[in-house]
């Protein structure tokens, strides 16, 4: 019974760590998850997991989740569009609403098409 407590609680700690490092990337439960069935490699995994973040379409540099219009990296002006940030409703994957994605009509990630 000792045994199990001491295993959900370093668990738990493991996977709020892991929650910690993936809130940065964009990607909560799956760092949390990770991080308490896998311990420190999941963290790694995490760690190396594609970034979710939006990124400014000029230099590729992180944009704070509201919606801004100017690159705090390259102090490109964003139009309002390039600005704006969509959610998938299927994937969850937020992206920015660009011309290209304009032009694709669907989600980078999981092609589902916009309606």
Not at 8 to 33: N, P, Q, V
Not at 79 to 108: I, M, V
Request: aromatic share 6%; net charge positive.
């Amino acid at each position: 019974m000792e045994e199990l407590l001491i295993f959900i609680i370093a668990g738990t700690i493991s996977g709020l760590i892991g929650g910690c490092i993936a809130h940065s990337r964009g990607r909560t439960t799956l760092g949390f998850l990770l991080g308490f069935l896998l311990g420190p490699i999941g963290w790694l995994l995490v760690l190396l997991a594609k970034d979710q973040r939006a990124k400014c379409p000029h230099c590729q540099g992180v944009l704070p989740a509201k919606s801004v219009t100017k690159c705090m990296h390259c102090a490109s002006d964003l139009t309002e569009e390039d600005a704006q940030l969509l959610q998938c409703p299927r994937c969850s994957h937020r992206f920015l609403w660009t011309a290209k994605a304009r032009a694709l009509g669907k989600c980078p990630k999981c092609n589902q098409p916009f309606n």
